[in-house]
T-cell receptor
Framework: NAGVTQTPKFQVLKTGQSMTLQCAQD?????MSWYRQDPGMGLRLIHY???????DQGEVPNGYNVSRSTTEDFPLRLLSAAPSQTSVYFC????????????????FGPGTRLTVL | SQQGEEDPQALSIQEGENATMNCSYK?????LQWYRQNSGRGLVHLIL?????REKHSGRLRVTLDTSKKSSSLLITASRAADTASYFC??????????????FGKGTKLSVKP
């Protein structure tokens, strides 16, 4: 199993550009999530999904969109990039039954380092 | 808002010594988890302790949980240079806006000198 994969590893954007960060998992996990990690701030939850077709907002959702059309994929879209979105983005997934799958250990991808100029 | 807060923010020890990190949280939880992050890498799950458990072991790791004090500690015994990493506690809240999601603290940066 590849686990959780993220592409790209690095990305530089100009203010106002849009892009999609890709995340895929091959473990058939129901729960998937996106976090951003900033120096001194730990990880903060952006959006999450408890299954295909179901998404919800986390702590810092503004400026980001997500969709979950399949169990495997959970892309994160930056609509109009801003310098405040410079960060390292992590995707994670978690096994378990519906409703409690977020309660289990999460498997993290390697991250995408994004710089917005 | 951050649910868990680790203490200390940074810890430097010699190889062979024990390392203790503490975590405090604010609301009632389903479980508390500890993760490790090596520099420039993703997070790796270390151990999960449920709210009805008081202590758990995994190899050189020992985790305690005191729900009355809303605190947990992670002990790494006989530390090695390879243990150098940042360690995060994360909680799954039972109630509130973050209910059901894993909320992370800011982490403890551990440096183990050979």
């Amino acid at each position: 199993n590849a686990g959780v994969t993220q592409t790209p590893k690095f990305q530089v954007l100009k203010t106002g550009q849009s892009m999609t960060l890709q995340c895929a998992q091959d473990m058939n996990h129901e729960y998937m999530s996106w976090y951003r990690q900033d120096p001194g701030m730990g990880l903060r939850l952006i959006h999450y999904s408890v299954g295909a077709g179901i998404t919800d907002q986390g702590e810092v959702p503004n400026g980001y969109n997500v969709s979950r059309s399949t169990t495997e994929d959970f892309p994160l879209r930056l609509l109009s990039a801003a310098p405040s979105q410079t960060s390292v983005y992590f995707c994670a997934s978690s096994p378990g039954t519906s409703g409690t799958s977020s309660y289990n250990e999460q498997f993290f991808g390697p991250g995408t380092r994004l710089t917005v100029l | 808002s951050q649910q868990g807060e680790e203490d200390p923010q940074a810890l430097s020890i010699q190889e062979g010594e024990n390392a203790t990190m503490n975590c405090s949280y604010k609301t009632s939880i389903n479980n508390l988890q500890w993760y490790r992050q090596n520099s420039g890498r993703g997070l790796v799950h270390l151990i999960l302790i449920r709210s009805n458990e008081r202590e758990k072991h995994s190899g050189r790791l020992r985790v305690t949980l005191d729900t009355s004090k809303k605190s947990s500690s992670l002990l790494i015994t006989a530390s090695r240079a390879a243990d150098t990493a940042s360690y995060f506690c994360a909680t799954v809240a039972l109630y509130g806006g973050s209910q059901g999601n894993l909320i992370f603290g800011k982490g403890t940066k551990l440096s183990v000198k050979p």
